[in-house]
């Protein structure tokens, strides 16, 4: 069983490089399969989400060569199949991706439903929606979604829900259609516009990723391409969450300044002071943060990826804050980590109530999910003694080489691995 050994009570202090985005990783890597070359991509985080993609088109008969730890090339040109059984593609939710990129290649696809953290219910009607506006057959059967078309037709496409997967997915599928597609209520995330350049930069003609209507002229053909994935906003937002809670000095680099508007915003607002370059942000707290009253919503708003972090930075902020979450059903299971470590919150549905105490106490305690995850390492570091987290595949799923950059900082974590009972037992 692998766990974290967080030793806390340090300032987090001294300068730390961003990664690329997972959340467009995981969905440029099943995209390139649309492409008639080699696509090269720069700037790939090294987490466990992106190897299990790569897997998962090798697995598919795609050539995937690693330049260096950042660096991938994909060679498409063989995959041959368009079914993706349940052993691969319960790797990661991502993996619905390749049901808009096998449909857009081949003009059909048979992929199991996807796997990923458990925020609540997770549908995927609206891409399904999406699919069959582009003349897609939809069928659903023994756990195996099947989408087929006899050629894509472009065809308008109206959001019931902001959702990024949908955005995505119906982008990627739109790409090779004959005609215009049109996406409306679109989200708006970065990494949305990230897909849409990468696809722009092997011949594809999209317009308006990043408002909320998305326009696709489908082509005939994609090249391959060079492309480098932007930084992560959410593992930017994360080091900008623990230097404030631990009262530190931290410079993140390598970030998109513009991204991370919402999440300095409601910083300054608890009293810590950031200042923006034009590829890094300085966070600083000097004393104990305020209160904040904060609601999660799709991009601009308060990114519902920060939400434990800031919520596990308030727990020790003086007042009360209030924290409702927008997107999400299931997003506080986190909490009861946190009280586990002296922190007052309570939850009613989608509302948490923070009341700050003076510090937080080590204990052990679970990684919910990835981003749950993240905020026990913020809550470790933020609390006096010995905080110990089970459960970190998640977190490994998307932060990289997490342990090393908070350790840069002057953070006391370990990782470590003990035989499970059972081994020992045996
Ligand atoms: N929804 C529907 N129908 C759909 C799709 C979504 O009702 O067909 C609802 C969802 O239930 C949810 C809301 O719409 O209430 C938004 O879901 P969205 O589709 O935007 O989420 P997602 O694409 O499944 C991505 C990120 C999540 C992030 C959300 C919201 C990836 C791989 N995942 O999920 O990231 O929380 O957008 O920003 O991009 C994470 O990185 O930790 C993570 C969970």
Not at 236 to 258: L, S
Not at 358 to 381: C, F, S, T, Y
Request: charged letters at 20%.
């Amino acid at each position: 069983m692998d766990k974290f050994i967080v030793r806390g009570g340090t300032r987090l202090c001294g300068e730390v490089r961003i990664s690329g985005a997972k959340n467009a990783a995981v969905a440029i890597i099943p995209a390139a399969i649309l492409s008639d070359g080699v696509c090269r991509l720069e700037n790939i985080p090294a987490i466990s989400d992106v190897t299990n993609s790569l897997i998962i088109l090798k697995e598919m008969g795609a050539e995937v060569k690693r330049i260096d730890a950042n660096t991938i090339e994909i060679d498409p040109r063989n995959i041959s199949s368009y079914i993706v059984p349940h052993e691969m593609a319960n790797r990661m939710r991502a993996s619905y991706y390749l049901i808009g990129a096998l449909l857009g290649k081949f003009s059909k696809a048979k992929v199991a439903m996807p796997g990923g953290c458990d925020l609540g219910p997770r549908p995927i009607d609206q891409h399904l929606k999406g699919f069959e506006a582009l003349g897609a057959n939809i069928t659903i059967d023994g756990g195996m979604v099947g989408v087929s078309a006899d050629r894509l037709l472009g065809a308008p496409v109206y959001l019931d829900v902001v959702s990024v997967g949908a955005t995505i997915n119906i982008m990627i599928a739109a790409v090779k259609a004959r005609g215009l597609t049109i996406i409306e209520n679109a989200a708006k995330e970065p990494h949305i516009v990230d897909l849409a350049n990468f696809l722009n930069s092997m011949g594809a003609d999209i317009r308006g990723a990043g408002t909320d209507v998305i326009k696709i002229r489908g082509v005939d053909h994609l090249d391959g391409t060079t492309y480098s994935i932007i930084p992560d906003q959410i593992e930017a937002g994360t080091y900008m969450a623990a230097a404030a809670a631990t009262r530190g000095d931290v410079t993140i680099k390598n970030v998109i300044p513009k991204h991370l508007e919402s999440i300095s915003a409601k910083l300054i607002e608890a009293g810590a002071e950031v200042i923006e370059y034009d590829d890094a942000v300085r966070v600083f707290a000097n004393g104990r943060l305020n209160k904040c009253v904060i609601k999660t919503m799709p991009h601009p708003g308060f990114p519902t990826d920060m939400q434990p972090q800031i919520s596990t930075m308030l727990a020790t902020a003086t007042g009360t804050s209030i924290i409702s979450e927008g997107i999400w059903d299931n997003r506080f299971r986190y909490v009861e980590q946190l009280v586990r470590m002296g922190a007052e919150i309570t939850v009613d549905g989608k509302v948490a109530v923070i009341s700050g105490v003076d510090e937080l106490k080590g204990a052990p305690v679970k990684a919910n999910d990835l981003r749950a995850g993240a905020a026990m390492l913020i809550a470790g570091m933020m609390a006096t003694g010995v905080t110990e987290i089970t459960d970190i595949h998640y977190i490994e799923r998307g932060y990289e080489d997490v342990v090393n950059k908070f350790c840069s900082l002057g953070a006391d974590i370990e990782r470590v691995t003990t035989p499970s009972p059972i081994a020992k037992i045996g």
